[in-house]
């Protein structure tokens, strides 16, 4: 029965292969059943228990497994069926097939649609594609002139690929956090200026470097210490976990095999990863901050639709992600390194609203908040240092809004010194997260009510760590039975 339904599948123009390849070239699990998400064998070593699983593929998409031995077909979905009646298999292939076509032609006929509509959407995003189109063999030529040394990985936002006729500025993160700025055309130019309260606070680097040659002793010694500290697998800042999460899906996005998300490839500028964000977050990823404060004033009317196109794409991710992790475990998590039972928990933020009034962040940042609240199982929303303050009373107001993650930044007093800050959210009925030293501990255990509370605080060692959460916990103790 099987045998009968491939050769129907190869009549059809369909393809099938062994989940196992044994040549004379190869002996070993094909990329095909490895990357396919619902192939149950892919941690088996023995070449034997493979041997009865072929793929089947269509354009070069695989869209089945199937068992001879079993009769067991296994959609990319996960849903499985029996090979017991042939046509009703080729059907079941052929819509599986038809059916990742009109997803994919269905996004795109969205996009269609929305550019048909806006002519100053259709407008501005023609003359940012012209313009990087312009700069590409030279982003490529720039590319080319230097080394890309791990664990410190490159990104090119829009702003920055829009400029780059001659010279080209690109970010080096490590992490997903910028640590420098590397510019130039034929030379390159390592600067960490802008960052170096960010890099002392966040991995406890000391080094400053200005206009330094990438190839210079000093730029070697900046990447070894990152190289090093890597090796370590310690983790200094508690602050910066929304850039690992970014880091980590690109890195996977960006796999040629072994993927773990299949179907997923990131957006790049000449071979350059380009920033995630989402919300105001991702228009200044295209515009640029500057550019879009001045949008706030010439063009407001403009700036909502964007935000909630954006935000559209990013739900649309968010499922696809979320649609593979379910097949495997249950509940999802985010950058907080939090977990929750349902799908499509994350942080909402804005960093860009430290820029804005609050009249502008009521007009521009609440209804695409709104919108991300009311699709989201828990919420909570991570302000950024001072300079965003003044938004708080107008948050803590969001009745679908559970918690916020106040980050004081670098240079801030510590988490203690904070403590009207985390009772006024208390009082609001929100829950916290607030990333604090060792010192912090106490204090804040003694003036906050304990539930709800989620402090996040690194230890040099395990007991230390122990002694830490001995401490809160006697600490929370006396303040109750007083």
Known sequence: MVIEFFIELIEQGMYVTSAWLDSSYDNCLSDAARNFPSYPLKDVRDPRKH?????????????????????????????????????KALQICNIQYIGKLEEWSDAISDTQILL?????????????????????????????????WDPLKLYLNITNAKTAKSAVRFELRYLGQ????????????????????TNLRAFDCTLSLTDTDWVSPAASE???YFKNLASTGRLINPGNEEHRYESLLLTEMLKTKNKALPYMKPVTIGGVRLPMPTGTDGLVSLRGPENLCMDIFDNPEHINPRIKEVNAIHFKVLDEINDIISKKQEGSTNWMSIWHPKKN??????????FISKENFEE?????????????PASIYHLDGPGALHHMDRLLELKKLNGIQWVQGAGAPPAREWIQIYKKIQKAGKCIQAHCEPEDIEPLCKELEP??????????????????????EKTCKAKKNK
């Open 51 to 87: 041997w009865a699983w072929w793929v089947i593929k269509q354009n070069e998409h695989t869209i089945a497994i199937c068992n001879i031995d079993t009769s067991e077909l296994i959609l990319s979905s996960g849903d499985r069926y029996k090979v017991s009646d042939v046509k």
């Open 364 to 376: 521009h940042v609440i209804p695409g908040l709104e919108e991300e609240l009311d699709k989201l």
């Open 178 to 197: 910028t640590v420098a700025d590397l510019k130039g055309s034929s030379k390159m130019k390592l600067n960490t200026v802008k960052y170096n309260k």
């Open 116 to 148: 048909d509509a806006n002519d100053e959407w259709r407008e501005r995003y023609s003359k940012y594609a012209k313009s990087i189109t312009a700069n590409m063999s030279n982003i490529k030529s720039v590319r080319k002139t230097f080394r890309e």
């Open 222 to 224: 900046f990447r070894r």
């Open 451 to 472: 539930e709800g509370v989620h402090l996040v605080c690194y230890a040099k060692t395990e007991q230390e760590a122990k002694d830490l959460i001995a401490l809160a």
């Open 345 to 354: 928990w994350y942080v909402t933020s804005s960093d860009f609203s430290c």
